[in-house]
């Protein structure tokens, strides 16, 4: 028993040193949980106290594979023993497959490769600036509680009030207008506007999806008005809801989807499994706008990042996991129902498609009272006691984004660390 005592106090002394080092040395942009994560293998971590936790967040829609892929290990020890980085002044075997693999599943045009989803969303204003620059136009309209990003284009962009705050003055060109509201959409264009951007289902804004009406309306105010539409895929895309895109998920039959297509598409989270890297993909005919000179980046779809992605693609096709995706999917929402049939009085509702699932909690829970901090960063801790990781998402969504090839098993784990919790809140 001593023995004991004595690892538990060793232990979390390393947890202390390691967020003393954040403390002392690292920006304090993040409200960090006092978790500190060692090493990962499949849908579970570990931290530096040993302890598992599931992991129902993959790393905010990133890890599409889970931590660790054996192949994806394999796949990067070779490439970069192989070729790392050789920059954009060059060609490289792989760069021109990614895009490809990506126009194949998107339609035709090209692709742009970056390191980010702010980055990715960046080149697609700049493509529609270039657009509308000889006729000046060059304002893009955005939705209400979107969220596209962090650099001072993005945050410009993005329609939440708390991430322009301090930063001002904004970048000009950027309007925002109610989601879902193809009305406020149309009435908002001016003769300076260029583009409108969504994003399918809206992640940080607490998991809310289009419309199917909302898309093809949008599609076809674009066409009248000669807009770009650009969709931002960032967080719904990359088969989190079953399909390549979340447009065709949102819009189901083949008929609408063809009659739907966005002019652009900005990639990044799950399409590197946790290899910074971002896309955009950019619709014939525009496909040669941005020209010789006219943008750039130093590690955009370097060598060893194409060979991730392609990797990722290639396993995500060969194990159907664009079906597990639909079929866990469906589990985890069934599942999740019974959840809110059971505890009315904690569990608004649910969410979202595929693996993008927010569940919505009563943003006033008495027994939560007591802490003044939102139900959603409360919830998660409280996970976090029982052995999960989720995502927080404004003060009352948590939300679940884990790897498409999680089993069956580890979703009726979930559920029932999230039954365990529940209950105990409610007794
Ligand atoms: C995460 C996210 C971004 C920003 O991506 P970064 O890689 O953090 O720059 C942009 N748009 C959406 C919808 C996102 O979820």
């Not at 021109?96 to 980010?116: M, P, T, W």
């Not at 136009?137 to 509680?145: A, K, V």
């Not at 996991?321 to 608004?348: H, S, T």
């Not at 509702?349 to 569940?359: A, S």
Request: net charge negative; proline share 5%.
């Amino acid at each position: 028993m001593n023995h004991n005592k004595t690892i538990s106090a060793s232990i979390s002394e390393t947890n202390h040193a390691v967020q003393s080092l954040f403390n002392d040395y690292v920006v304090p942009t993040y409200g960090r949980f006092p978790l500190t994560i060692e090493r990962g293998e499949g849908s579970q971590v570990w931290d530096v106290d040993g302890r598992r936790y599931l992991d129902m967040g993959g790393g905010i829609a990133v890890n599409a594979l889970g931590h660790s892929h054996p192949e994806l290990v394999e796949t990067i020890s070779n490439q970069a023993a192989t070729l790392i980085h050789c920059c954009n002044l060059y060609h490289q075997p792989l760069q021109g497959q990614l895009a490809r693999a990506l126009v194949d599943r998107i339609g035709s045009g090209k692709c742009f490769f970056a390191n980010s989803g702010a980055e990715a969303n960046e080149g697609m204003f700049k493509l529609a600036r270039k657009y509308g620059h000889e006729e000046g136009r060059y304002e893009i309209l955005t939705c209400m509680q979107s969220f596209h990003g962090r650099t001072m284009a993005c945050i410009a962009a993005t329609g939440q009030e708390k991430v322009k705050q301090g930063f001002s003055p904004m970048m000009p060109g950027f309007r925002h207008v109610p989601f879902n509201n193809l009305e406020a959409m149309e009435k908002a264009i001016s003769p300076s506007t260029v583009a409108i951007m969504i994003e399918g289902i809206q992640g940080e804004g607490g998991i809310c999806s289009a419309d199917p009406s909302y898309l093809i309306g949008l599609r076809s105010l674009c066409d009248k008005h000669r807009l770009l539409l650009l969709w931002d895929g960032v967080q719904c895309g990359h088969y989190r809801t079953g399909a390549f895109q979340s447009y065709s998920s949102i819009l189901g039959d083949e008929e609408n989807e063809s009659a739907f297509l966005p002019d652009a598409i900005s990639m990044a989270k799950s399409i590197g499994g946790g290899f910074p890297f971002g896309a955009f993909w950019v619709r014939e005919p525009y496909q040669d706008i941005l020209g010789p000179g006219t943008h750039g980046t130093t590690f955009g779809g370097n060598p060893l990042g194409c060979s991730i992605a392609l990797k990722i693609l290639e396993i995500i096709e060969r194990d159907q996991l664009e079906q597990n995706v639909v079929e866990m999917g469906c589990l985890l929402a069934n599942k999740l129902k019974g959840l809110v049939e059971k505890y009315p009085g904690l569990i608004q509702g649910i969410r979202g498609m595929g693996l993008m699932i927010g569940i919505v909690f009563h943003p006033e829970i008495s027994a939560l009272a007591d802490d003044p901090r939102p139900v959603s960063l409360q919830m998660v801790e409280r996970l976090h006691a029982r052995g999960m990781l989720t995502i927080p998402s404004g003060i009352q969504v948590v939300r679940f984004l884990p790897a498409l090839n999680i089993t069956s098993s580890e979703v009726k784990e979930a559920i029932s660390i999230l039954n365990d919790t529940l209950e105990s809140i409610e007794s």
